[in-house]
């Protein structure tokens, strides 16, 4: 128990920030129309592509001769990079079709 | 500087937030992309010169920049070059890609986990102050790895590449799995030595035998609700990175991209009138077989391409059905044409719109925007079945599932329950399919059977520009 109560006052702030984010995710897209499902997915998508911030974490404080790191970061690197770049351009080509008819 | 650091970060938060919150309207969503591209931009700058790692820059910054423009060069290209069809695939080849990242991450950072502590010592390898940080590199490894290998799947499934997989007792061993993977994470978070470090990778494996193991038995017409949720399963993949770094950029877009994902998840098995447990474990490709069902028999009537087109020359108000025959043939844009024409004749063309017509909710609209389709033809599945009573054809263009009778009339049937277009309401129907082949849910189709409707077999593409070559003849 004691712990328990520990581990809560450590970790607040992450509490408040995870639930309100939670709320959060939940409210922003309560009332999306179905035509925009595909594309918010794709969004939503891109946004997560947000990893890739570890792993250029990873990659800059490996050693320059710790080639492990340096390798798996490297890959790391290029994958969440596919996941940013190609959600978010896949995302505008789908909308752009949809903007011409406004 | 780190100072800075946190403004940028919470900038991009705030970016993520406005972004999907402008994706879920139609005016903004544009807009809403490109807002949510340039926070992530800034806190990807952000984090390479101003990231501080034991007071130290970071380096290696030749090899960064050749990573992010590989990564670039790639994504971009693939995401310029691939057809509005395979749209739904694409978003889980992205999604697989964010989840090995994350997988790799936790890798990485385990083996730095493992070198800081002490190998002289024989007990436990972890001082008590990381286990916050191990149980979230576990976390990260096992949801990042599951999304992987999950999100391959699906899109090999997609591409059709790979088929349904189903056999007995297949749930029972997804759970003893999963039960397996937590189980030996959770003694490595205890007790971990370095006699048991190996563990750590054998979670690894499992991890994504378990992401094949969960998305192969589970049918194609339920394949859009699992990319969306491995979609939520790598935001909290991306989360646990933001709990690993301290980082409330990825702490926010993580959690935001999870719930939201969830939530969407939802939606669309409540667009298809399923529970999500339903989808998971009902898995509708497995289930055909066991249930085999009345098998619908009879005869059908083809009806020749004149005739066809004659029927809808002469029709006062035409309403057109496409799914996803529609989408393989490309022939988003001939429909258009034919739509024209129709209308050039004083026929009142509409689309009717179901809400996972297609392989993803919304999929349809996507492809009738990229043909030009005006946005006020499309009728959404409440407002096209109060319309089907006045209208004399339907023409139904690659579409299965979503106008078959079943779903409302046969409880035995996988797809019951679902809303359907009611096109049998119409006084003619026509529909276009290649084969008498049943759809991608694997069910027969009763309403081809019916006196009203006749068959017009071909590729879409084909059959619509023969139609619209006749009609001009007429």
């Known amino acids: 128990m004691e712990t328990v109560i520990q581990f809560f006052q450590a970790n607040i702030q992450y509490l408040y920030i995870v639930i309100l984010m939670i709320f959060l995710g939940i409210e922003v897209i309560g009332r999306v129309p179905s035509v925009l499902h595909t594309p918010l997915m794709s969004g939503a998508n891109a946004i ?19 080639y492990v790191a340096l390798a798996i970061g490297f890959i790391a690197v290029v994958l969440g990079t596919l996941n940013v770049v190609g959600g978010f351009v896949v995302t505008d080509r789908m909308l752009e079709m949809f903007k011409k008819k406004k | 500087m780190s100072g800075i650091l946190s403004i940028c970060y919470l900038i991009a938060s705030v ?44 380096g290696n910054y030749p090899w960064i920049f050749t990573a992010i423009v590989i990564g670039t060069l790639i994504g971009a290209t693939i995401a310029k070059k691939v057809k509005m069809t395979a749209m739904p695939e694409l978003v889980s080849f992205f999604n697989g890609m964010g989840g090995a990242c994350a997988a790799l ?39 990042g790895s599951t999304s992987f290998a999950g999100s391959m799947v699906a899109w090999g499934k997609l591409k059709g590449k790979m088929k349904d997989l189903a056999f007995r007792g297949q749930h029972l061993m997804n759970m003893v799995l999963l039960v397996l993977i937590l189980g030996m994470a959770g003694y490595l978070l205890f007790d971990m030595t370095s006699g048991n470090t190996y563990l750590f990778y054998v979670i690894f494996a499992a991890a994504l035998l378990y992401g094949v193991l ?5 049918g194609g017409a339920d394949m859009p609700v699992v990319i ?40 669309m098995c409540r667009a298809m009138n399923r529970s999500l447990v339903n989808v998971l474990i009902g898995s509708f490709g497995g289930e055909k077989h066991a249930a085999g069902g009345p098998t619908v028999a009879g005869t059908y009537r083809e009806i020749s391409l004149s005739d066809a087109a004659m029927v809808m020359a002469y029709s006062k108000k035409l309403m057109i059905v496409p799914g996803y025959g529609l989408a393989v043939a490309q022939a988003q844009h001939t ?33 009738l925007a990229e043909a030009d389709v005006s946005y006020d033809k499309l009728l959404e599945m409440e407002a096209a079945n109060e319309e089907f009573k006045s209208t004399d054809v339907v023409l139904v263009l690659g579409a299965n599932d979503v106008v078959n009778p079943a779903a409302k009339s046969d409880p035995s049937s996988p797809i019951y329950g679902m809303p359907i277009l009611e096109v049998e309401l119409a006084k003619t129907v026509i529909v276009n399919k290649r084969t008498m082949k049943p759809g991608y849910a694997g069910i027969e189709n009763a309403l081809f059977y019916q ?7 071909g590729d879409a593409k084909k059959v619509l520009q023969d139609l619209i070559a006749e009609i001009k003849t007429i």
């Open chain 1, 48 to 66: 997560h592509g947000v990893v890739i911030i570890g792993a250029i974490i990873v990659m800059g404080k490996a050693g320059s001769t710790h």
């Open chain 2, 15 to 58: 970016t993520y937030i406005i972004g999907l919150k402008m994706l879920s309207a139609p005016a903004t969503a544009r807009r809403g992309n490109g807002i949510a591209a340039g926070g992530m931009t800034l806190a990807i700058l952000a984090t390479i010169f101003l990231y501080e790692h034991d007071g130290q820059r970071l």
């Open chain 2, 105 to 143: 991450i936790s890798l990485s950072e385990f083996g730095d986990l493992v070198r800081q502590a002490d190998p002289a010592s024989p007990g436990l390898l972890l001082p008590a102050g990381v286990l916050g940080r191990f149980l979230v590199i576990l976390l990260g490894l096992i949801i």
């Open chain 2, 214 to 218: 969960f998305v192969l038995p589970i």
């Open chain 2, 228 to 267: 969306s949720l491995l979609n939520s399963f790598t935001g909290v993949a991306a989360a646990c990175g933001g709990f690993l770094y301290d980082n409330k950029a990825m702490l926010t877009g993580g959690i935001l991209v999870g719930a939201a994902g969830t939530l969407l998840t939802i939606l």
């Open chain 2, 335 to 367: 429909c258009h044409e034919l739509e024209k024409v129709l209308e050039d004749r004083g026929v009142e063309v509409k689309y009717a719109i179901h809400p996972v017509a297609g392989r993803m909710p919304g999929h349809m609209n996507v492809l």
């Open chain 2, 451 to 457: 006196p009203r409707t006749s068959m017009l077999f």
